[in-house]
């Protein structure tokens, strides 16, 4: 709540991980898993569901036979 009270913008990347990586570094260094956060990633508000793995990967098979037969043969 204080964050969006200032309105505080985040940094941007590659300036997130300059200054996290250090911290993540020391936290895995001295077994803190409590200051170890696991970052996320900017992506995860991408995340529109949770599948199974092997469903994930039958669509990448089916996206690379697609694309490989929409190239036919030369």
Known sequence: MAWEKDELKPLPM?????ISDPVMAAAVKGQRADIYPGIAGQGIGMIKAVRPAADILADYVRGARTALASRGTD
């Not at 590659?14 to 300059?18: G, V």
């Open 14 to 18: 590659p300036y997130q991980s300059m």
